[in-house]
């Protein structure tokens, strides 16, 4: 009796790991839409885990901010990694050099996804037009010295999505086109 116990709260323990690896706290999104004042979606992958999350403020001229053009940047990767950690001052110092706020993160799992999403419309240049579901996606692809790199764009209402895939044989064409299915689908 015992053993079969221990059995049923390993699983579930390993059950509740393995949700977990894909999730970053719930209040986040709440507060990048509170400042960027849209309703947004993060997706969550069952493949990908959130390595890091910050809200690019807007730039600044003759040391006022100017605007309200915030951009939020979510990165994946395949593997976690460990977090890196920051002294209060370090992060101080990114966050005033990069105009950012860091909201999650960072972990050392090389980027496999860029998602940036931001207020407004936006369009990619150089792009062609792709249909994913009943949304016109643009699209592109670059070969670059370090590999392939997909670029999806999309707008829906006042926000736009835009993805950066670095693909590989773990990360291919085609799982990027269904992220960006799900990510649209999320959107609806």
Do not use: W
Not at 106 to 122: A, C, M, P, R
């Amino acid at each position: 009796m015992n053993k079969r116990i221990f059995i049923i709260i390993f699983l579930l323990s390993m059950g509740l790991t393995a949700c977990s690896k894909n999730t970053f706290p719930s209040d986040i999104e709440r507060e990048i839409e509170k400042q960027m004042d849209v309703n947004i979606t993060i997706p969550t992958q069952e493949n990908l885990s959130i390595t890091f999350i910050s809200l690019l403020l807007p730039p600044e001229l003759d040391l006022k901010t100017t605007g309200n053009r915030y951009i939020a940047q979510v990165i994946y990767a395949n593997e976690k990694g460990e977090l890196i950690s920051l002294t209060d001052e370090q992060k101080q110092q990114i966050e005033e050099n990069n105009r950012m706020r860091i909201l999650y993160g960072e972990y050392k799992g090389e980027k496999t996804v860029e998602l940036n999403i931001g207020k407004g419309s936006s369009s990619l240049s150089g792009s062609e037009n792709k249909k994913i579901g009943d949304v016109l996606v643009e699209y592109k692809l670059e070969e670059t010295k370090r590999g392939k790199i997909l670029f999806l764009l999309f707008n829906d209402k006042d926000v736009y999505y835009l993805m950066k895939f670095h693909l590989s044989s773990l990360f291919t064409e085609q799982d990027g086109l269904n992220f960006a299915a799900d990510l649209i689908n999320n959107t609806r």
